[in-house]
């Protein structure tokens, strides 16, 4: 089996498990990402393969997204194996998609990524900022019924991962401050790093229009 007819594979499975999502990672997102990955790929010497293979597939796993993240995990593993994927191939992109999230980053027990990791991940957080991040945040919070704002709760600056994903203390506005103002520092390529300029504006110019028409100052 050649490369675009394991990419064409890949893209199949990924849509089959993330079509149906409605928390903002549907297959969308997967679609965002990857192009991305692609772009971001051209200025670094990342093996493609991998890099858009973890791209298709970084959610797939999720634990906020599956039920039962262990048998996700083995029926992609049988997956790979059955599209021939090497072990190498396999280890490196389950080893990425295990550890990109931003999650990771909250314990202290964030791993060096590899480069393909590295650009996916830039991929990820880039469609979690900007327009299509304020959106997301948006639906996301909406989805889990989560409150819009409230100025008396103040954004939390240090979490856990399990903090982090207790919804119950936090607000829509607030997930800005805890998260999505905090990525454009994070990235690792130089070529996202430029890309974030501007979405960073675009959300902190929201966030400005925002707490004015909240507060009946416009």
């Not at 999502?21 to 051209?42: E, N, P």
């Not at 829509?172 to 990235?187: A, C, G, T, V």
Request: charged letters at 25%; aromatic letters at 8%.
């Amino acid at each position: 089996m050649n490369r675009e007819e394991q990419l064409t594979k890949i893209a199949e499975y990924s849509h089959a498990h993330m079509t149906v999502d409605r928390t903002g990672h549907g297959f969308d997102h997967i679609r965002r990402v990857v192009a991305m990955a692609r772009k971001l790929s051209q200025q670094e010497n990342a093996d493609l393969l991998v890099t858009l293979a973890a791209a298709y597939l970084h959610d797939v796993i999720d634990d906020k997204l599956v039920a039962d993240p262990q048998a996700a995990l083995a029926k992609l593993q049988e997956f790979l194996s059955e599209i021939e994927f090497s072990a190498a191939q396999s280890e490196k992109v389950l080893f990425i998609i295990q550890n990109m999230s931003f999650a990771h980053t909250l314990d202290g027990d964030a791993v060096e990524l590899p480069l393909e990791g590295q650009i996916v991940q830039d991929a990820d957080w880039l469609d979690a900022i900007g327009a299509i991040g304020i959106t997301r945040a948006i639906y996301f919070g909406g989805h889990h019924a989560e409150k819009i704002y409230d100025p008396r709760m103040k954004p939390r600056t240090v979490m856990t991962k399990e903090e982090y994903r207790n919804l119950d203390n936090e607000t829509i506005i607030n997930h800005f401050y805890e998260k999505l103002l905090k990525i454009k520092d994070q990235l690792n390529t130089p070529s996202a790093q430029r890309i974030a300029e501007n979405r960073q504006q675009t959300m902190l110019d929201f966030l400005t229009e925002f707490k004015a028409e909240w507060n009946a100052e416009k």
